[in-house]
């Protein structure tokens, strides 16, 4: 595997369900994020991780819940979602975020489609 | 709060025609200024960076430039295999020196036909 890779690549849940999003880079990354794109919308950033901890959360609701157990992964658990939280999540790295490496490379996505 | 506006939002050209899409933008300190291009269903794939007014960077038939309010991707010469979505992000250097996520505009699909 190289690159970012994303699991799964397409989700369909009710309301009611807990399901979990999943992310690793490969690139011997420090920082990770979470993006949310919906249809006429422009990405917006959701989460921000460096060296495992959370350094920004973009006013996302409590639905919404990041997790980043080591530099190469990133989780996104979600539950009681509304149908307005169907989008693309994508997910993305950089080598670092206070230094001259932060590039941010992008996986390619997760299809959600709550109902 | 920094803002970046895409134009236009669609632009539809024939193979061999060149042209260029335009970004402006309003940011609190420019940390840099991407441009990806994303396929339907995919990922956005990382284009260039740029970092400061006069800058350019090129990459086969694109060429980006910077100014202090905006950047232009030309695309010169087209083939059907550019056909995609063209996005441009900025980042703002964060408070206590550090690098914020991107913020996007919202895009420029663009359609190069045979």
């Known amino acids: 595997e190289t690159g970012v890779t994303q699991t799964p690549r397409h989700l369909v849940m009710g309301m009611t369900n807990k399901k979990s999003l999943k992310c690793e880079q490969h690139l011997g990354h420090n920082a990770m994020y979470w993006y949310k794109q919906s249809a006429k919308k422009p990405l917006e950033l959701m989460f921000v991780?460096?060296?495992?901890?959370?350094?920004e959360n973009n006013s996302v609701p409590s639905r919404f819940s990041p997790e980043c157990p080591n530099s190469s992964h990133l989780f996104l658990h979600l539950h009681t979602l509304q149908p307005e939280d169907s989008a693309l999540y994508l997910c993305?790295?950089?080598?670092?975020?206070?230094?001259?490496?932060?590039?941010?490379?992008f996986g390619p996505g997760t299809r959600l489609l709550v109902l | 709060e920094d803002q970046v506006t895409q134009s236009p939002e669609a632009l539809r050209l024939q193979e061999g025609e060149s042209s260029s899409l335009n970004c402006s933008y309003t940011v609190s300190g420019l940390r840099g200024l991407f441009w990806y291009r994303q396929d339907p269903g995919k990922g956005p794939e990382f284009l260039f960076t740029?970092?400061?007014?006069?800058e350019e960077k090129e990459k086969e038939r694109l060429k980006a430039t910077l100014t202090k309010k905006e950047s232009f991707l030309h695309i010169t010469a087209p083939k059907p295999e550019d056909s995609a979505t063209y996005l441009c992000a900025v980042q703002a250097w964060g408070s206590g020196g550090g690098a914020d996520g991107l913020t996007f505009g919202k895009g420029t699909h663009l359609i190069i036909q045979p």
């Open positions: 991780y460096s060296l495992e901890e959370r350094v």
């Open positions: 740029l970092y400061s007014a006069g």
């Open positions: 993305a790295s950089s080598q670092d975020l206070r230094g001259d490496q932060e590039t941010q490379y």
